[in-house]
């Protein structure tokens, strides 16, 4: 394998590495803006030029193959000069917007200017003028003025998405990004190209004004849209999740850690804007109680009674539907308690199940729960229909298809724990709020096994606790049930 050095560091690479690559690989920060791991190399930008010991002139990084005793230098002063000449170049044209800018406080032409350049702009005659803010497809907005054509959004299109829905019209410094002849930019993963451009021409619709970057806190997550379970970042502030973005997965490659060039980085726009879902006006922050017809909140205390009450009535025979959109944590500790407290053995599985599943053979997979590997893994089947009982558990919601399985049977009591009204099972006499994973740590497996955690943004809302955090108080209305069939015993010895 070619041995190169940058800046003094001995590097092995695997043949056919670009410079670019073996530097970001090991820790070696080069600056670049057409440059992006998922996509063809362009070396339009000319941000990445490096000196090579030997040779007369600068060369671009990202499309340099390492050579076997390559000496490489990113930092020297004919290497910064150019770099700062690249700026100003760039900045010719470009607005101040940046007071008015989404991108402003993580865009590469502000972090580069400030790292490499800092001169003030010497340019006197009038800027070129372009198109602002026009609509380029339901989710993004583009602005022109800002756009350095690095042509990322175009490549993007073409090479992942396979719809080349953007192109570079006219020639000069007239040109422009705009979309195809006849296209919006509307591909399913449209809103990665706002991530993916390094500055502020793309922006998302559902982000624009809504919070300065530098006010959000981000808590590495995972997507739990669908059973790819993509890793992502919930950008959050004052408990409030404003959006959610793709999340590199550190890896190792021969122990050394790659973040810039490997992992899952993109998001499908149905996963990464179904983050609204979780802050609906429907999620449920305290117990609730069905009386008259109508769900009204009590406190735990209460609720912990009135569970007494139904697991001393109706205890008999328990079944327990585990949806697919809890965590392995939730589900290892309901299983626990179930067989060994509650002494039942009947523990199937649901989740959602939307009408028409999207997929495609890029990331969307068609089930749209993200752990229920890890249910089929514990042995938990289907629900089977005719199902009977007296206490139906349910934990998060039902598939539409379980519901009807369920309707219509004569349940002396259902248990419910979950977040959000809409999901509450029809005739669910308690509901118990349920912590979601926003406000929680624990596990998802996706489809293909890999196990990936998440953290807690913020704290659980009002009472809601996760699964494993109501079972002291589920054991509790099994307590109850104990000391209510001792008394029964010793009063029928009295008989
Ligand atoms: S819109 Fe952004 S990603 Fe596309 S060419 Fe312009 S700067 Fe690059
Ligand atoms: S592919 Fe699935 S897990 Fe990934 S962002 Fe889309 S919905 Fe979420």
């Not at 422009?176 to 619709?205: E, Q, R």
Request: aromatic letters at 6%; a positive charge; hydrophobic letters at 35%.
């Amino acid at each position: 394998m070619p041995v190169i050095t940058i800046d003094n560091k001995k590097i092995e690479v695997t043949a056919g590495t670009t410079v670019l690559k073996a530097a970001l690989e090991n820790g070696i920060y080069i600056p670049h803006y057409c440059w992006h791991p998922l996509l063809s190399i362009s070396g339009n930008c000319r941000m990445c030029v490096v000196e090579i010991e030997g040779r007369p002139k600068l060369e671009v990084s990202c499309n340099l193959v390492a050579a076997d005793g390559m000496v490489i230098k990113t930092d020297t002063p004919a290497v910064k000069k150019m770099r700062k000449s690249v700026l100003e170049f760039l900045l010719i044209n470009h607005p101040i917007d940046c007071p008015i800018c989404d991108q402003a406080g993580e865009c590469l032409l502000q972090d580069y200017h400030f790292k490499c350049s800092g001169q003030a702009s010497r340019f006197k005659e009038e800027k070129v003028h372009k198109s602002k803010v026009v609509d380029a497809g339901r989710h993004i907005k583009l602005d022109n003025e800002r756009c350095i054509l690095c042509t990322r959004c175009v490549r993007f299109c073409q090479e992942v998405v396979k719809e080349p829905e953007l192109t570079v019209a006219i020639r000069g410094d007239r040109s422009f990004i705009t979309t195809a002849p006849g296209k919006t930019l509307d591909n399913p993963y449209s809103l990665n190209t706002v991530d993916i451009c390094p500055v502020g021409a793309l922006t998302s619709k559902d982000f624009r004004f809504k919070k300065r970057v530098w006010f959000l806190k981000s808590t590495p997550s995972v997507c739990p849209h669908c059973s790819n379970g993509c890793p992502i970042w919930i950008d959050h502030a004052d408990e409030i999740m404003y959006r959610w973005r793709p999340r590199q997965e550190i890896e190792k490659v021969n122990g050394i850690a790659s973040s810039q060039l490997t992992g899952n980085t993109i998001l499908c726009d149905e996963g990464r804007l179904s983050y609204g879902e979780w802050q609906s006006d429907t999620k449920i922050s305290k117990p609730l109680m069905l009386e008259e017809g109508e769900h009204k909140e009590i406190s735990r205390a209460e609720a912990v009674l009135k569970l007494n009450k139904i697991l001393s009535k109706d205890m008999k025979e328990i079944i327990a539907v585990l949806s697919a959109q809890i965590s392995c944590e939730e589900a290892d500790a309901f299983v626990k308690f179930l067989r060994e407290k509650a002494g039942t053995d009947k523990i199937y599985r649901s989740g959602r199940a939307p009408l028409n599943p999207t997929s495609d053979d890029i990331i969307r997979k068609a089930d749209k729960n993200p752990n229920i590997s890890y249910l089929e893994k514990m042995g938990l089947r289907e629900l089977p229909a005719n199902i009977e009982g007296d206490v139906l558990f349910v934990t998060d919601s039902l598939s539409k298809d379980d519901i009807l399985k369920t309707a219509n049977l004569k349940w002396k009591s259902i248990v419910q724990i979950t977040h959000d009204k809409r999901l509450i099972v029809p005739g669910a006499e308690i509901i118990l709020p349920r912590a979601t994973f926003a406000e929680s740590e624990g596990t998802f497996v996706n489809f293909n096994g890999v196990k990936r955690k998440f953290s807690p943004a913020f704290k659980p809302a009002g009472e809601a606790r996760t699964i494993a955090g109501w079972i002291p108080f589920l054991e509790e209305g099994i307590t109850g049930v104990m000391s209510f069939l001792r008394k029964q015993e010793s009063s029928d010895r009295l008989i």
